[in-house]
């Protein structure tokens, strides 16, 4: 059975710093290729950061040079860490797991909020 278990969610000030973390079990952590997404209400859940078996990392225009992604493959944990937050980071934050194969499937955690405000 596959679990993604996010956690380090909370409220933070404007400026402030979170790191996420997503446990993964069930899969062969170091074959999958980990993101994160978020979803603020009443808006789709969109792509934050990814960051593949290699090592590659992608990064959405709007977290750059603020947020860090990285993965540990000794503990099948990937994490987001978020710097100089602003409001607009409100949200869900996801972890998603989706192997590196022609047809592999993909995992989705069950979220952690982030809330950013004053």
């Known amino acids: 059975q596959v679990q993604l278990v996010e956690s380090g969610g909370g409220l933070v000030q404007p400026g402030g710093s979170l790191r996420l973390s997503c446990a993964a079990s069930?899969?062969?952590?170091?074959?999958?290729?980990m993101g994160w997404y978020r979803q603020a209400p009443g808006k789709q859940r969109d792509l934050v950061a990814t960051i593949t078996s290699g090592g590659s990392i992608n990064y959405v225009d709007s977290v750059k040079g603020r947020f860090t992604i990285s993965r540990d493959n000794a503990k099948s944990t990937v994490y987001l860490q978020m710097n100089s937050l602003k409001l607009e980071d409100t949200a869900v934050y996801y972890c998603?797991?989706?192997?590196?194969?022609?047809?592999?499937?993909?995992?989705w955690g069950q979220g952690t909020q982030v809330t950013v405000s004053s």
């Open positions: 998603k797991a989706v192997g590196e194969w022609p047809g592999a499937l993909g995992y």
């Open positions: 069930g899969i062969i952590f170091r074959r999958y290729t």
